[in-house]
């Protein structure tokens, strides 16, 4: 099994972290303790779903993780295109420098890994006949 850790975006954090504190500061002071409690457990949520997404090849298949709700699973048999994107549709993917996953007959997915030319040479080591379509 291999695995592959998603890349991360510095902005990305960044904005996610000034959104979040804007928002607890207003709730504090309007003293909505209740809003400041639940915006809490939403950071938490986001910070496990930033640090558990992941993508791992375990034998044919690719398996997709992203926090405690997604978790998905395509044969690698059944994926017909790799391309490079910067679609910023939302997905498992905490970059804008996504690969999306045509697979099945019209089924899409976007994923980041960090590295994403060993997460490429191992797609294609179980699917020789994987079309991969990198931008220049």
Known sequence: MEKFKSKIDLWFVILVSILFTLILI??????????FIFIIFVISYVIYSFSTTMYSIE???LKIKCG?????????KEIKTISETFNIISSPALSFNRLE??????????????DKNRFLEAIKRINPEIKIVLKK
């Open 59 to 61: 034998g044919d298949k």
């Open 101 to 114: 996953i045509l697979y099945n007959k019209y089924d899409t997915l976007l994923i980041s890994p960090k």
């Open 26 to 35: 207003r709730l504090a002071y309007d003293q909505n303790w209740f809003g």
């Open 68 to 76: 405690y709700f997604f978790n998905f699973l395509i044969e690698v």
